[in-house]
């Protein structure tokens, strides 16, 4: 299947020749990505129909038929895991949570909320703070990471870092009505 897209590079100078090896992988390999996406977006759309259901043993079956997959696009094993902890924890299996949830992609930022939260519950608060660092570095954007971090971070008496969580985040998203309540929230305890 190559031969007939490598014979060409053969008399290009190596360069030209990398270049363009790595531009014809690159659209093999999307290509392939889009196509066992396709297979696998149904997947957790079934899953996510059956956890709003509270339906949640048959999620559990539909996010496993999704592991095969895992081997061919990255970061799907952690979002296999991310749902499975978080259908543990809306049942209240808070242990098998954490399991799972250890293992999700922290692109899942809703995942590390429940994760960070289990953490806080279980006294490993430097644990917790550090998963919600390294999570608002790549989510960033979301403003509702921002404002569970801080209300963790209150609720284990540091209202001083909690303020600062807020702040940042203002600084970071710009104003907005939820965590300038907060901020108020907390600053007049």
């Not at 242990?95 to 692109?107: C, F, N, P, S």
Request: with cysteine; net charge positive; hydrophobic share 45%.
């Amino acid at each position: 299947g190559f031969l007939p897209v490598v014979i060409p590079l053969i008399g290009m100078h190596w360069s030209l020749g990398l270049i363009l090896s790595l531009i014809i992988s690159t659209f093999i390999f999307v290509k392939l990505a889009q196509k066992v996406n396709a297979q696998v977006s149904p997947i957790f759309e079934n899953a996510s129909k059956m956890m709003q259901l509270q339906k949640w043993k048959q999620a559990m079956e539909i996010l496993e038929t999704a592991r095969p997959f895992s081997n061919k696009i990255f970061l799907i094993q952690g979002q296999i895991e991310a749902q499975l902890g978080m259908i543990y924890y809306y049942q209240g299996k808070e242990d098998d949570a954490l399991r799972h949830l250890e293992k999700a992609t922290v692109r899942n930022w809703y995942a590390m909320i429940i994760f960070a939260f289990l953490l806080s519950k279980k006294k490993k608060d430097d644990e917790m703070i550090k998963k919600f660092e390294y999570t608002v570095k790549l989510n960033g954007k979301e403003v509702m990471l921002w404002n569970a971090y801080a209300f963790c971070l209150n609720r284990i008496h540091k209202t001083d870092e909690a303020i600062n969580v807020l702040n940042r985040a203002i600084k970071k998203l710009g104003k907005n009505p939820e965590t300038e309540a907060n901020l108020k929230s907390i600053q007049n305890n």
